[in-house]
């Protein structure tokens, strides 16, 4: 595995391997690695002739009073753990290499930039979006991995990629979960005991759509106010939103009769956490 | 020369290109060109292996209550005019293949999109930029030339390409004049006799700007004084602006110590006009 920090450095890395006719599998993270993460780097290894993965926390993402300077990192076991896992590049740019003096570009989505988590977090997709295009400029990947747990960003990026006319094909791979049905996060590394407890209400609401589902029960608002109760039961727990969407437009459905994300976001203290699960018929 | 109409073909056209190890110029233009868009294709027949040129006009960039519908448009004689010249290639795509149904991302280029025309041109720029990216998507160019006559265009997507960290270089060119100092736009074909003439004050204030400069004058606030008498002359012709900048930033600069943008817009009936020229001790 080579680590590059510089821009300049990753793009003639790049241009080498596309001149060789290889394909690159790109998994661009924030780091503090999880098995989430590495679900997706493996999915690159098995798929694409090289693996770059990178590491940049991203502080165009984060609003003005989020946990960009608390995110937690750890780019020594980060490092170890890709090694370890075979990849190709860890690509580690510096922010001012990414967002130099004077920057002054950002891409919207508009529309689906502004529903669910884009609420509670404005320009938070902006950000994204922002960054995951540099990204793509300088990585060249022909398939890039991100995780369904971030459903609504997976479809903003395959908007912009649709729109922009990029040559990058998106894959969202499956949420992985602690035994417990936890999803994973780095997120919850914040998490006390106590509220590690309490946030299992997300993965139970999510259960409880489905089953109700399975029962027959085709209105969202019924199963909302299910899942609501769910996540009620636990004080430590403030509620987002709870809402059940279109998986293509993410607009609210009334009744089920395809396909929809049932998709939750709560507050435990400070510590935001999302979760979201396809019901399925 | 040949003419391509979808995405998928120049796409196809390109890549060939590109493996054949040549370089591509690219004009991107709205049409009904003149010498001001030749003096562009000339420069790229002279620069790169291969000149694409493309007419789009580009409903994102027209305000609703512009003149998209009205724009002067006239293919079959640019397409003799381009066969002449000798270009490679002339890409005219369909408005439902660049902005396909669902179509929501766009590129903000903040700050500088709102000064000088972004003022009376709200979302002006977005058009702009959003287009550009995505025809330099398409067509991978080395290189792509545009008029200094739309400066902030210029200076705008030469910020995009740093921002975005594209490998296509911009480069502005000078504004091409009629005799009497009229600098060439689509939009004069929309001038009558009358209106023709009382335009020569744009060209005519910023000669008596550089003037000005010459006979020592330092002070922005007595240079635009002077140019907006001689336009204030023409009884036709409303300001919409007259201002000078930093080169760079595009902000008002109150004395000029170095190099700075003359800029004026105005108004003839409902054409909108623009011209600039570089103010040189």
Known sequence: MKA???????????????SRGMSIGFVPTMGYLHEGHLSLVRQSLQK????????FVNPAQFGQREDFKEYPRDLNRDSEVLEKEG????????????????????IEVHDLQDKLCGRSRPGHFRG????????????????????????????????????LR?????????????????????RNKYLTQEERKAALVLSKSLKE??????????????????MKEIIGREPLVKIDYVEIVDMDNLDPVAR???????????????????DNTILLF
Chains 1, 2 share one sequence.
């Open 209 to 226: 759509a489905q089953s109700m589902i399975e029962k027959g029960q085709r209105v969202s608002a019924a199963i909302i106010k299910g």
């Open 166 to 186: 990029l040559e990058v094909k998106i894959e969202a791979l499956p949420i992985i979960r602690e035994e417990d049905g936890l999803a994973l996060s780095s």
């Open 87 to 106: 990849i190709d590049y860890l690509f580690v740019p510096e922010a001012d290499e990414i967002y130099p003096q004077g920057y002054k570009t950002y």
């Open 48 to 55: 694409a002739d090289v693996t770059v993965v990178s590491i």
């Open 256 to 274: 089920i009769e395809k396909k929809a994300l049932a998709a939750v976001a709560v507050f435990i203290g400070k510590v935001r956490l999302i």
């Open 128 to 163: 994204v979006c922002t960054v995951v295009l540099k990204l793509f400029n300088i990585v060249n990947p022909d398939v890039s991995f991100f995780g369904q747990k971030d459903y609504q960003q997976a479809i903003i990026l395959k908007r912009m990629v649709k729109d």
């Open 4 to 18: 590059i920090k510089k821009i300049d450095e990753m793009r003639r890395e790049v241009s080498s391997i596309k």
